[in-house]
């Protein structure tokens, strides 16, 4: 599942370059999988987020002293750069 923009990604160029002849198809396809490529990104962070939503309360006697929310910020911070958590 991972592996999948290694399918799609080189599809877009593919796509535009092979209709071109047609191009009401080409951008209703084009646009199609960039739409799912996004889906499925979203999806993936979603997992992520989730997963650590659900595995932080257990960490919490670990880390005596710190908030669920100051956890969630620490890993959010160490897996994505960002301590932005939706």
């Not at 923009?5 to 084009?30: C, N, S, T, W």
């Not at 929310?69 to 890993?75: D, G, K, N, S, V």
Request: net charge positive.
């Amino acid at each position: 599942m991972l592996l999948l923009p290694l399918v799609y990604a080189p599809v877009l160029p593919l796509i535009r370059i092979g209709l071109r002849h047609k191009p009401v198809l080409r951008d209703r396809l084009f646009y199609g999988v960039l739409a799912g490529a996004f889906a499925h990104g979203a999806y993936l962070m979603y997992v992520v987020l989730l997963s650590l939503r659900l595995i932080l309360p257990l960490c919490a006697p670990v880390f005596s002293g710190w908030s669920i929310a100051t956890l969630e910020q620490f890993c959010c911070k160490f897996i994505f750069g960002t301590a932005y958590i939706l």
